[in-house]
């Protein structure tokens, strides 16, 4: 099923032509309503919307990221120099959780939450969801921005359950009871549901649950950690994208499994830069790179050209699905990158090659860099913990090693560690720990 077939099957070039007018439609209103990106954009030499061109000169204007946005922020005005709506014009205020100081707030309009909540609807639409079937959200989404995506359970006709995080007792009641046909949350806490359901003596491959949406952090899209929540859970895993700045659940994977669809196209253009350079990287078939998103149609405090820290690879082949959007699939985020003589390598790329190893390891990996830093000397300390019952064993740590280095071309310290010795997450796990 496809919510909106006159938008999601419309060829790309037809999309890329419509998004053109819309795009210049939205550089008009920042000349016009935003301090920040007419300083910016003026500084850049850019002295006006005509100036600037359209979509095929996008990436000729600078890029935005959350630091200096957050730099403008001032007692007055605590969304920034980047708002462009008037405060009777806000229907929503939305914060990001804080955990670097002071939260952010992100305002909407009417219109900037309508399309919100109509992205992330054909993003679960197209995870096989259903009006009808029953979904229980493991979200705190209250005050966050993926209070909007949750708003698109009610659009679609679907019971929505919310029991959120901290109650993996309570979670797993509501599945036994309810018998929802799908759940919502992190890929961390799907698979350490799978552990605490085996302790309890719980089977969850019985329940009712045949949908497992996953989202909020990379690996969803793993194919030997998707394959174990698959396992554990005996459902199919889809995973979904977005960035509270932009938008929630900008991008949304079908039942096919080969990536995740901009479901918010229209909404939202999507390019690639090198993360290094800021240069552009062509948005085509096996590129990868850092996303950057632009607004096409927001009201509020639009962004311009804003750097995700999110590293895709890029899928534009044709779906058996329908849908005409570009794919993605997240490797990483580059935040979380380090270096080890010259090679990029991402903790959830390390978890994926390590997970392969199951059922010798528990899938529970964390890698800790010596030296502060994103460039490290090898060998990179990783820290790998066993499966239940299992003993450590060299042979087994030398195998890890090896492969590691075959596939991400980085040298590593493996240290074995006992079944439990992780830190286990009802949210987002830690994978690095400088």
């Known amino acids: 099923m496809i919510l909106a077939p006159e938008v999601e099957t419309r060829p790309w070039a037809d999309q890329l032509v419509l998004d053109d007018a819309s795009y210049r439609a939205q550089l008009a209103y920042l000349f016009e309503r935003s301090s920040f990106y007419r300083q910016k954009l003026g500084e850049a030499g850019i002295a006006s919307p005509a100036d600037a061109g359209g979509l095929a000169a996008i990436a000729q204007l600078p890029v935005s990221d959350k630091q200096e946005l957050r730099a403008t922020c001032t007692a007055e005005n605590p969304f920034g120099a980047h708002v462009c709506a008037d405060r009777s014009e806000i229907v929503r205020v939305y914060s990001t959780s804080g955990t670097t100081g002071i939260p952010s707030y992100i305002p909407l309009t009417a219109g900037d939450l309508d399309n919100w909540v109509t992205a992330s609807a054909r993003s679960y639409v197209a995870s096989g969801l259903a009006a009808g079937e029953w979904i229980v959200s493991t979200y705190n989404a209250g005050p966050f921005v993926a209070g909007a995506a949750l708003a698109a359970f009610d659009r679609l006709g679907v019971c929505h359950i919310p029991v959120g995080t901290g109650n993996a007792e309570r979670l797993l009641l509501a599945i036994d009871r309810l018998r929802p046909d799908a759940t919502a949350l992190t890929p961390s806490y799907a698979a350490y549901l799978i552990e605490r359901a085996a302790e309890r003596d719980v089977d969850l491959r019985g329940s009712s649950v045949r949908r497992v949406l996953v989202a909020g952090e990379p690996g969803g899209g793993e194919p030997a950690f998707r394959a174990r929540i698959e396992a554990g859970w005996g459902a199919r895993v889809t995973e979904a994208m977005g960035i509270g700045d932009i938008g929630v659940s900008l991008w949304g994977e079908c039942e096919q499994q080969r990536g995740m669809h901009l479901g918010a196209r229209g909404f939202v253009h999507a390019e690639l830069i090198d993360p290094d350079t800021e240069g552009g990287v062509e948005f ?13 149609q927001h009201r509020a405090a639009p962004l311009l050209r804003f750097r995700t820290r999110d590293h895709v690879e890029v899928r534009t082949g044709p779906c058996a699905c329908g849908r005409t ?95 439990g010795s992780l830190h286990r997450s009802e949210y987002k796990s830690k994978l690095l720990e400088r």
Do not use: Y
């Open 284 to 296: 085509v078939d096996g590129a990868t790179g850092e996303l950057v998103l632009t607004h096409l």
């Open 325 to 419: 959007s570009p794919r993605v699939r997240c490797i990483g985020r580059t935040d979380d990158m380090v270096i080890v003589r010259g090679v990029n390598v991402f903790p959830s790329a390390v978890r994926e090659v390590i997970s392969a190893f199951a059922p010798e390891v528990s899938g529970h990996i964390l890698v800790k860099p010596p030296a502060p830093g994103v460039k490290q000397e090898p060998p990179l300390p990783v820290i790998v913990e066993l499966a239940q019952h299992r003993a450590a064993d060299p042979v087994l740590a030398d195998s890890i090693r090896e492969q590691l280095r075959n596939v991400l071309v980085v040298q590593t310290q493996i240290e074995l560690v006992p079944w």
